[in-house]
């Protein structure tokens, strides 16, 4: 029994969390916050407004006052709240600021310079980087990767290599990239504006070859580095010759592949890198500005803006259904009624934004047919399986829909994520069976996740799915994907999180789908998830994990406690039959003393993952609803 105050405290508090997401509802019933990035992709922005001609010195004043606001101690800008300086984004944030006037006498530019320095510069910055700094003439070309576009047309079996063998934000990246590194076009500035002295030592004296030891070391990263090494020596040598017999057929395929992608609303790939390079490509291949291939990226880029009176910053993408499908699944489970008019709102635009044409993913599955959902308001050729899963929950546990339409909805979503599972029994996020990891040793991706193999986070999603649908863990895809998630535990209890941070959110989503399609929980890998969690509690109560536990493990489920991070273990323990006990009312106490005023909590911190290690998110309504699901799952146990 618990205490009447505590009682009351969660009444009360459930009420003001769930008066606060209705009311941030939108009259067409979905929600969406900021999905807020790192500086890079504003410095980025600022960058690209420059290549295209496009400068607006009223917007460039107010990102400089943003990128000046995010600038840290030391001097470097980071990629996630509290984290270290990171070189890249402390060049581009440099550069972008000199671009817009600011004086590399200014002490902000002091300080960045002083950082590149220690940290090595431009040479030791990641290839996109460098590829930006060459469209300036402030790096060579030939310091950067090869990627000849002439892979446009290498068959789809081929073993070592081809568009359909990277992740789908990779794909969208690339391509148009290969007409950007194949024309290689440099926009020279004006002497004053170059970054000359960023560099530790002259560039003429600086050597732009590709480290060969891999960082951590394995003999077989050795081999697959140094393999990549050479073939991207061989390429460069590839495309000093004037005369490539294939080079025209294959920028006709890149141009084709992207005319195709561009025609659709929302923006190619629906993120920032690919709509920018996706400008950049257009114009090279002679449209002009004002042609609407290149105007609608422009529109979408411009739509991704977070502006008020004296900042402005950009997003990556917006995330309006996977904000609308969590808001709706925590409204549920605080204990709203199933039928309540938000929650049939919600759930028809939902409905609404189902994907039925074909994309990217049907060349690995070509018999199954399209029902996902995407992430973003429109990205039709590339749904992804962990908004398809929280969306067809969402519909499941609403009630009051129009029947056939509901019904034929959840039965073409059910459809394709079982058509996407992986031959090794897990999903991914966009694509099935993208796990050819040897080519994250290619020099061009150094930044570790060009492909998109089964995650942990996104099979206990596929499972909790099939149970809240009725299905049982002796069904054959159920089986699978326990077959993988026992063989991807980690050994001392946790599932890593890909898609968000970091174990805490890997072992919140894997123990959910483990209780709803009826795993015995007294297993004792269960169990050793749950001591886990509880082993990582923080002394007041709450739960914390830093983004640089994907560099290092032993800092794994540590870090300052935060509102949604201590929701997922509360999840977590609650889905492993933890509904009381000390570890679970310490964290409700925090909870409820993190509460603010209006209802709503708040993360300090960064709680999403794009790309583990070096590009990080924060989903600012995280702290909105999985604190609510968290306090509403908790009263449904003590009742």
Same mark, same amino acid.
């Given at each position: ?8 405290g969660?009444?009360?508090a ?25 500086t890079t992709?504003?410095?980025e922005s600022?960058l690209l ?13 107010? =990102? ?25 984004a402390?060049i ?17 530019? $002091? ?15 990641d $290839?996109?980087?460098?590829i930006?700094?060459a ?53 020279w500035?004006?002497p ?20 060969r ?13 140094n ?25 006709e ?11 659709v ?28 291939? $290149? ?13 008020d ?13 996977? +904000?609308?499908a ?5 409204? $549920? ?9 938000a929650?049939?709102r ?12 074909t994309? +990217? ?72 069976d ?5 080519l994250n ?5 150094d930044?570790? =996740?060009?492909?998109?193999?089964s ?28 077959h ?35 795993? +015995?929980l ?7 998830a ?21 560099? +290092? ?13 201590t ?7 609650f889905?492993a ?21 209006d ?5 300090r911190f ?12 924060k989903?600012h ?16 146990a003590?009742?």
């Amino acid at each position: 029994m618990l205490p009447s105050a505590l009682v009351t405290g969660l009444r009360e508090a459930i009420e003001r969390a769930r008066a606060w997401l209705l009311a941030h509802q939108a009259a067409d019933g979905h929600w969406v916050g900021e999905l807020e990035a790192n500086t890079t992709i504003t410095s980025e922005s600022l960058l690209l407004c420059h290549l295209i001609d496009r400068v607006d010195r009223r917007k460039e004043a107010k =990102a400089v006052r943003y990128l000046r606001r995010r600038q840290i101690a030391d001097g470097g800008f980071n990629l996630f709240e509290g984290g270290p300086a990171n070189l890249s984004a402390t060049i581009k944030a440099y550069f972008a600021m000199k671009l817009a006037g600011v004086s590399p006498d200014d002490p902000a530019l $002091v300080a960045a310079r002083q950082r590149i320095h220690e940290m090595g510069g431009p040479v030791k910055a990641d $290839v996109f980087t460098k590829i930006l700094l060459a469209l300036f003439g402030e790096y060579d070309w030939n310091g950067v990767p090869a990627m000849p576009v002439e892979v446009m047309l290498l068959p789809r079996p081929f073993f070592l290599f081809n568009i359909y063998e990277v992740s789908y934000w990779s794909r969208t990246v690339i391509v148009p990239l290969l007409i950007v590194m194949d024309r290689k076009p440099v926009k020279w500035l004006p002497p004053h504006l170059g970054l000359d002295e960023i560099w530790p030592e002259p560039r003429e004296q600086t050597s732009l070859r590709f480290p060969r030891m891999p960082e951590p070391f394995s003999w077989r990263k050795l081999f697959w580095k140094n393999f990549f090494i050479a073939v991207d020596d061989g390429l460069k040598i590839w495309e000093r010759f004037t005369t490539r017999p294939l080079r025209k057929r294959a920028v006709e395929a890149a141009r084709a592949w992207l005319e195709e992608r561009l025609a659709v609303p929302g923006g190619l790939g629906g993120i920032y890198p690919a709509m920018a390079n996706s400008i950049l490509a257009m114009r090279l291949l002679g449209y002009p500005d004002d042609h609407p291939l $290149v105007m609608g990226q422009i529109k979408e880029i411009e739509a991704l803006a977070v502006e008020d009176d004296d900042e402005i910053h950009y997003q990556p993408c917006p995330s309006p259904v996977w +904000d609308t499908a969590l808001a709706v699944n925590g409204l $549920v489970e605080s204990g709203l009624e199933p039928d309540h008019p938000a929650l049939r709102r919600a759930s028809e635009w939902l409905i609404e934004r189902q994907v039925l044409v074909t994309g +990217d993913w049907q060349v690995k599955r070509p018999h199954v047919q399209p029902g996902g959902w995407a992430f973003q308001y429109r990205n039709d050729f590339y749904p992804d399986l962990d908004d398809t899963a929280m969306v067809l929950m969402a519909l499941e546990k609403v009630r009051g829909l129009g029947g056939e339409a509901a019904q034929a909805a959840k039965e073409r979503g059910l459809g394709w994520l079982l058509g996407m599972q992986g031959e090794d029994g897990g999903w991914a996020s966009f694509d099935a069976d993208n796990n050819r990891l040897y080519l994250n040793n290619i020099p061009f991706a150094d930044h570790g =996740a060009l492909t998109d193999p089964s995650t942990e986070d996104l099979t206990g999603r596929g499972l909790e799915l099939l149970g809240t649908l009725g299905y049982g863990k002796d069904f054959e895809p159920a089986q699978r994907a326990l077959h993988f998630l026992r063989h991807t535990q980690r050994h001392d209890g946790p599932w890593e999180g890909r898609w968000g941070v970091n174990y805490v959110y890997g072992t919140w989503s894997v123990l959910r789908g483990l209780a709803a399609i009826g795993e +015995d929980l007294r297993h004792e890998y269960v169990q050793r998830a749950v001591r886990w969690i509880e082993r990582h509690q923080n002394k007041d109560g709450g739960w914390g994990e830093t983004c640089e536990s994907y560099d +290092d493990p032993e800092v794994a489920g540590i870090g300052e406690s935060t509102p949604s991070q201590t929701a997922w273990a509360l999840l977590a323990l609650f889905a492993a039959g933890r509904a009381s006990g000390p570890a679970v009312e310490r964290g409700i106490e925090y909870l409820l003393r993190a509460q603010r005023p209006d209802g709503s909590w708040e993360d300090r911190f960064w709680n999403g993952t794009g790309f583990p290690r070096v590009f990080f998110l924060k989903y600012h309504l995280y702290a909105k609803y999985f604190p609510l699901w968290a306090l509403g799952v908790y009263r449904s146990a003590q009742a």
